[in-house]
């Protein structure tokens, strides 16, 4: 019984990283690498939805992959700005024989956070 209250106080204090709104979609980024299945059920999905409301709740504003692919590929299809950042490239460059070594994956992946966040603000 102490726990589930103390879970329940903990979740009263998580706050939404984004609060819907009827007249604002969220944006989003996808992440792939690979055929884009998954992407391209999320675009038909995107579709449908701003078939039958007038903001649907999401639009996908922006893809975001590691390598060339059909992923990457449906993003020009649909005119969706594609940002590339190569790991393997990355791993090269940081002198690392093996590719597989994840021992740089954070610095990677804030390489790609000032990436995204650098073209945000060049389109606000």
Do not use: W
Request: aromatic share 10%; glycine share 4%.
């Amino acid at each position: 019984m102490r726990n589930s209250i103390i879970l329940h106080q903990a979740a009263a204090n998580l706050h939404k990283l984004y609060q819907p709104s009827a007249n604002k979609p969220m944006h989003i980024v996808v992440f792939g690498s690979g055929s884009g299945t998954n992407l391209e059920a999320l675009l038909k999905k995107q579709k449908e939805l701003t078939k039958t409301s007038e903001f649907p709740p999401f639009e996908v504003k922006a893809l975001f992959t590691d390598r060339l692919c059909r992923f990457q590929q449906i993003g020009e299809e649909h005119s969706i700005p594609v940002f590339y950042h190569s790991f393997a490239k990355f791993i090269k460059a940081q002198k690392i024989a093996d590719p597989q070594d994840y021992t740089l994956r954070t610095q990677y992946d804030e390489e790609n956070l000032k990436i995204l966040l650098k073209r945000s603000m060049e389109h606000h």
